[in-house]
């Protein structure tokens, strides 16, 4: 009869994260929260609700570590960005190899799942294409649209 695998708890990811050389600290953000940083980026975790996958989950996703923030990533299409509350900055190929590089280490730490897609290389947080934005609002004000059945036929 095979065995059951030991699920750590919140409490041993942290310190198996420590181990590896990540700067585990409380985030003031969220009760229970753990910020977790290394090669310039970080990412909050807390600990997980359900018995399944992994013991902790993510607050904040992986991001680049900018004065204090976890800033996201931007993709545009042409270019990847680096996003604030404050400002907006191109992404480095240094920041999205250290992101991607964050990423596996805290997976594979924490005991999460490592996704073939994810493991390619960097993926974003939220994508804007400069040729979409205001697509629909435009058609809108342009009254029918072809693509909609009309009454008749």
């Known amino acids: 009869m095979p ?13 198996t994260l420590r181990e590896r050389g990540f700067d585990v600290s409380p985030f003031k953000g969220s009760a229970g929260g753990m910020l977790a940083a290394k ?6 975790l807390l600990p997980s609700s359900g018995n399944e996958g992994s ?10 570590l900018v ?13 990847k960005f680096i996003k604030t ?3 907006e900055l191109p992404a480095t190929a240094a920041q999205l190899q250290a992101i991607h590089q964050f990423q596996e280490e805290l997976t594979q730490a924490i005991g999460g799942i490592s996704l073939y897609n994810q493991s390619l290389g960097t993926t974003s947080d939220l994508y804007e294409y400069d ?18 059945l009309t009454q008749g036929h």
Do not use: H, N
């Open 3 to 15: 065995k059951k695998p030991i699920r750590p708890t919140f409490d041993q990811c942290m310190g």
């Open 39 to 44: 090669y310039g980026a970080a990412a909050v």
């Open 55 to 64: 013991p902790a989950s993510y607050f904040e996703r992986p991001g680049v």
């Open 67 to 79: 004065r204090g923030e976890i800033a996201r990533l931007l993709d545009r299409g042409y270019q």
């Open 85 to 87: 509350a404050q400002f």
């Open 131 to 148: 040729r979409l934005r205001g697509r629909e609002q435009e058609t809108e004000s342009a009254g029918k649209r072809p693509w909609e």
